[in-house]
């Protein structure tokens, strides 16, 4: 059947996966029914495979070599799927299943794919006896069952909701890299999220990550405003301006240089020299209206030549040149600016405001800060590490830290985690099964034991036994003990819930909810047709 070849760091390093039961269009060696089944659930397994070994704070790091040779190093599922070249349909719905998971919860990524992973190795053993309709039907409504349960052991911290917030980021941090920085880290993650909500909304886009590396982490801050890596323009300028008006340019401050056709037709020097002149009265202009419009602190996308900056700075004005088109969208919403593209218009009504920008040092590389703007509320965390790597890694796991917490913000109830949740949920659909006909038991018992993957890889990854810690975890579970998980450092269980490992209820909901769907859409499909092109049969671009 298909062969998986995956390798992590060939020659382009890409994990590719590929078929060599390829068929053609025609027909000829298209794998059909158990055939087509069978490949599809081989190419899915392979990403659960793949990132399995990273699951839980003992996990594992995989090292990411792209085609350029660039290198990173991460234990994060997520990362690690997205760098995935995967070129197989079915892997590449557990991958892109995985990727929706990630964008709205933020977390779980790695756990949804185990558990697919895990359902499709055990609804290859029944579909021998048992339909596909029959298993799909079997693994949605042993999903209800494992919700009910986990939604029966969810409730809120007992700190209150900033408590709650602190301990799901906290578990998110201390399943990643940064663990000795974990609780600091976490804290730092809470503050930003909790600076930016209104009311139990956040919305992350005011959160900003500053990436700086040769420093310690634990030189890692949260700072009010905004954050450039980048000086101003001309040392000529003001190092700070207080109560600064704020001007946002889209685009380059430069004089245009003839384009290529131009040149021809301005062969003649006079007309290249009145080009020039013209150009040059373009800028100069630009930056006289730019002056008038009370702006003092101005920021702009791109370049910025030198004759602007010199215009500039005699008028006193700080400026940043090149800070590309993210920051100053985050300049807009934090300083209420409107960002423009032709700074001949700007006018009073675009400028925005901030009670200081200023240009400091840290560690020796410059940075601008904005801070006190007029606008929503915006923070940056100064994410500090040893290697532009660690660095990389600090802010992945930061992301998640802050997704959790943005997701416990909205959502109050929390559940145990450390595989305690899984387990509980196990146990329910196990009961469950008891009171089935034996063939719906089989797909029950089965959902059971893919749920409980989740304790034995936690207690795998960290070289425990994971028979014994399953077998301990479902003892424990079965006398009532429901918020027991893996205690990573013996292998026995201990009280998840009261030791602080705790993550927010809808991710564990979200990440079992996800596995049982893509399983479920791959077990289904019964047959690989190779199709023209999408535009070709809908006779439009898709
Ligand atoms: P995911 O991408 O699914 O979030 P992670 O690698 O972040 O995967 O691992 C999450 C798992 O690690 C969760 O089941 C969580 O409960 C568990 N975990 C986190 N901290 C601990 C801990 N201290 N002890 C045991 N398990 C933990
Ligand atoms: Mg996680």
């Known amino acids: 059947m298909g062969d998986i070849v995956m390798h992590a760091r060939g020659d382009r390093a890409r994990t590719t996966m590929m078929r060599d ?20 659930v081989m190419a899915a397994r392979a990403v659960a495979d793949a990132v399995r070994s990273t699951l839980g704070p003992k996990g594992l790091d995989k090292m990411l070599v792209d085609g350029a040779g660039e290198v990173s190093v991460t234990n994060d599922g997520a990362t690690i799927l997205r760098g995935m070249d995967v070129s197989d349909p079915a892997a ?22 185990v558990l697919a992973g895990e359902l499709l190795r055990h609804a290859e053993t029944l579909a021998d006896d048992l339909h596909a309709t029959a298993l799909a039907e079997g693994f949605r409504d042993a999903a209800a069952v494992a919700t009910r349960a986990l939604e029966g052991l969810a409730r809120e911290a007992p700190g209150g909701r900033e408590e709650a917030l602190r301990r799901v980021a906290a578990t998110a941090m201390a399943s990643k890299a940064a663990a000795p920085e974990a609780t600091r880290l976490a804290d730092l993650a809470v503050r930003a999220v909790l600076a930016v909500a209104d009311g139990r909304r956040a919305d992350l886009s005011h959160v900003r990550l500053a990436k700086l590396a040769g420093r310690a982490l634990a030189a890692t801050d949260l700072v009010e405003g905004v954050v450039l890596d980048k000086a101003r323009a001309s040392e000529a300028m003001p190092r700070f301006v207080a109560e600064a008006r704020v001007a946002l340019v889209e685009g380059a401050l430069t004089a245009a240089k003839p384009a290529r056709a131009a040149t021809l037709r301005l062969a003649d020097p006079r007309a290249h020299e009145a080009f020039v002149a013209e150009e040059e009265t373009r800028v100069a202009r630009a930056v006289s209206s730019l002056a008038s419009s009370g702006a003092t602190a101005i920021f702009v996308e791109k370049r910025v030549d030198d004759r602007a900056i010199d215009l500039l700075a005699r008028s006193g004005i700080l400026l940043v040149a090149g800070v590309g088109g993210e920051t100053l969208s985050a300049l ?11 700074p001949r218009e700007v006018g009073e009504a675009d400028l925005g405001r901030a009670s200081l920008v200023e240009e400091a040092r840290e560690g020796g590389a410059p940075e601008v800060l904005v801070t006190g703007g007029g606008g929503a509320r915006s923070v940056t965390l100064r994410v500090r ?15 998640d830290a802050l997704g959790v917490a943005r997701t416990a913000l909205a959502d109050d109830p929390i559940v145990p985690g450390a595989g305690a949740a899984e387990a509980e949920a196990a146990r329910a659909v196990r009961d469950e099964a008891g009171r089935l006909d034996a063939r719906r038991a089989l797909v029950y018992e089965a959902f059971a034991a893919a749920l409980e993957e989740i304790p034995r890889a936690l207690a795998e990854n960290a070289g425990r036994d994971p028979l014994e810690a399953v077998t301990a975890v479902r003892a424990a579970h079965a006398a009532g003990r429901r918020d027991h ?3 990573v450092a013996t292998g026995g269980t201990f009280d998840a819930w009261s030791a602080g490992v705790v993550e927010p209820l809808r991710v564990k909901v979200q990440s079992v909810a996800t596995a049982a769907e893509v399983a479920t859409l791959i077990l289904r499909i019964d047959d690989v047709i190779a199709t023209a092109r999408r535009e070709d049969l809908t006779g439009r671009s898709p």
């Open 385 to 399: 590490g040893a290697s532009e790597e660690s660095v990389e890694e600090v802010a992945r796991t930061l992301e």
């Open 332 to 342: 807009a919403r934090a300083t209420g600016a409107r960002p423009v593209a032709n």
């Open 21 to 40: 039961a390829s068929f053609r269009a025609d027909g000829v060696g298209r794998p059909r029914g158990r055939d087509a089944r069978a490949a599809n």
């Open 485 to 487: 998980g893996v205690e």
């Open 92 to 113: 590449r719905m557990v991958v892109e299943a995985a990727a929706t998971l990630e964008r709205e919860l933020g977390d779980g990524t790695t756990t949804a794919v």
